[in-house]
């Protein structure tokens, strides 16, 4: 019999776009921007430079360039190492059996209320991409996220889109992200608050679209499950979650150790949240406060350690440490010993390996990409073809431009400080103001970093949760037009104001 296409692994599409993106440092002239003291590209400084094509050694070295960091591109080994400690840790918890039975009492909880953890969960998720930019760290919740849809009634499709869509729609309307919104106002030379009734609206508009969709097709499989994209894989998909065909009806009792265990588990996760979002930016001191009388006390403040950072000012060093240090508080709480924990922890890391290498490989596109010099070609081609258009069609234009560009430079601050310094001054020309150019950079962005295999969000989040690219975008083609025609309405509207 005829087999029929199957999806590349992300690793082989992952590879594949970055000899493409190689083979274009060959046709592409090379060029480069001047910058100020800031790093901040200036418009109108574009200058044509020696070119230097990629080849075969510079694809495959890419990813491990990626993983050291470059000048230009941040390591990624960070990301790959907190994505491990994260498995290390679930595979510590998962030694406990407290997440089994907490699923399983959860599905028993919301049992004939399943869909309502839906808007619950994807706004929560919503809210943390729109004020701090929840993105990589996400990668931490599918494992519990999708056990959880699936044992309900649903598929990992609806797991995985509360996390990703819901995380991501948030960074797409982002309010004050100081990795979207932030960087690209700081750039621009604007207050964060500029814009920001718009950035609501967005918000709104968005977040609502995307509970909608997953809330109708969670409704759709739930009453007839073939109807689930992922059908085909159903068993093999719940045999590798541990998911029982009847979880609810299996729901037992837990013991104390397991309520312990489940109370850190919980605290691990809003620790995680409350020391990412970036407290002083948003004119709340405390946490700094307490931070500085932590360590000034006498002797208790060198015990904690004095170089200890104060909660909103942690990233994924910070944020690796905690996951470790909860699953070694776990294995005390448990008193699973020494032998079996490390087992639990290394077989937790290794699950998630191959999750972690994906992050580096995809970074690697924007290695290729910035060493052979066409980044900036690509900008001035954008700066060239915006000149001397009307706001309406400027502001659409911008968002068009932006689709490709968050492609080729997936991350959101580099996209930004790559940009508008350029992008903005070129708005004042068409009478936008930098505020709306920030919005439709964020937004383009965003809705590109729902479905780029240049995404190491997108790549981690389906390898997690076992959904391959292909299937994934045909699950939100129509998601992803409905937020692209919301958003041009959006941004042509806010510039008659």
């Known amino acids: 019999m005829k087999k029929g296409f199957k999806m ?40 044509a430079v020696k070119s230097n094509p990629q080849g075969i050694y510079d694809v495959f070295m890419a990813p491990i360039r990626a993983m050291l960091g470059t000048e230009t591109v941040s390591k990624a080994i960070e990301v790959s190492f907190f994505i491990m400690m994260v498995g290390a840790f679930l595979g510590v918890v998962n030694e406990t059996g407290a997440l089994d039975a907490g699923i399983a009492n959860v599905v028993k909880k919301y049992k004939g209320r399943e869909k309502m953890l839906i808007p619950i969960l994807m706004t929560l998720f919503a809210l943390g991409g729109s004020t701090y930019g929840m993105g990589e760290e996400t990668m931490a919740f599918y494992p519990l996220i999708v056990p959880v849809m699936m044992a309900v009634g649903f598929d990992n499709l609806v797991g995985v889109s509360i996390v990703l869509l819901g995380s991501q729609i948030g960074c797409l ?74 979880e609810a009806a299996e729901a037992v009792e837990l013991t104390k150790v397991q309520k312990k265990v ?59 440490m905690l996951f470790v240090l909860m699953a070694v508080i776990i294995g005390f709480v448990s008193r699973m010993g020494e032998e079996r924990f490390l087992s639990a922890f290394m077989a937790g890391a290794a699950d998630l390996l191959s999750v972690a290498l994906v992050v580096a490989v995809a970074r690697g596109i924007q290695v290729v990409m910035n060493d052979g010099h066409i980044t900036a070609t690509i900008l001035h081609w954008g700066e060239e073809g915006l000149k001397g258009l009307s706001s309406q069609v400027f502001i659409i234009l911008t968002y068009i431009f932006y689709l490709p560009m968050s492609f080729l430079i997936p991350s959101s601050s580099g996209l930004a400080g790559a940009t508008m310094g350029i992008m903005a001054p070129l708005g004042e020309f068409a009478k936008v103001p930098a505020h709306l150019i920030i919005t439709a950079y964020q937004s383009a962005s965003g809705v590109l970093n729902l479905v780029t295999p240049t995404s190491g969000i997108v790549m981690g989040a389906l390898a997690l949760s076992r959904v391959d690219l292909g299937t994934w975008w045909k699950f939100v083609a129509k998601l992803i037009a409905a937020i692209v025609v919301a958003t041009i309405i959006i941004l042509v509207v806010a510039t008659f104001f």
């Open 173 to 246: 309307a982002s309010t004050v992200n100081p990795f979207a919104t932030g960087v690209a106002s700081a750039t621009a030379g604007v207050s964060l608050a500029d814009g920001i009734i718009w950035r609501i609206i967005s918000f709104i508009v968005i977040t609502g679209l995307g509970i909608w969709f997953v809330y109708s097709y969670a409704s759709k499989i739930q009453k007839d499950p073939t109807k689930s994209l992922t059908y085909a894989n159903r068993e093999a998909d719940m045999d590798h979650f541990n998911v029982s065909k009847d």
């Open 262 to 320: 489940l109370w850190v588990f919980a605290l691990t996760f809003v620790l995680m949240i409350i020391s990412l979002v970036p407290w002083a930016d948003l004119g709340v001191p405390y946490f700094a406060d307490f931070n500085t009388w932590l360590v000034g006390l006498p002797v208790i403040g060198q015990i904690v350690g004095t170089s200890t950072a104060a909660l909103g000012t942690w990233y994924f060093p910070e944020v690796t």
């Open 8 to 47: 590349p692994s992300s690793f082989t599409v992952l590879m594949i776009i970055t000899a493409l993106i190689a083979l274009l440092t060959w046709i592409i002239p090379a060029g480069q921007f001047q910058a100020d003291k800031d790093g901040h590209l200036i418009a109108g400084t574009y200058e």
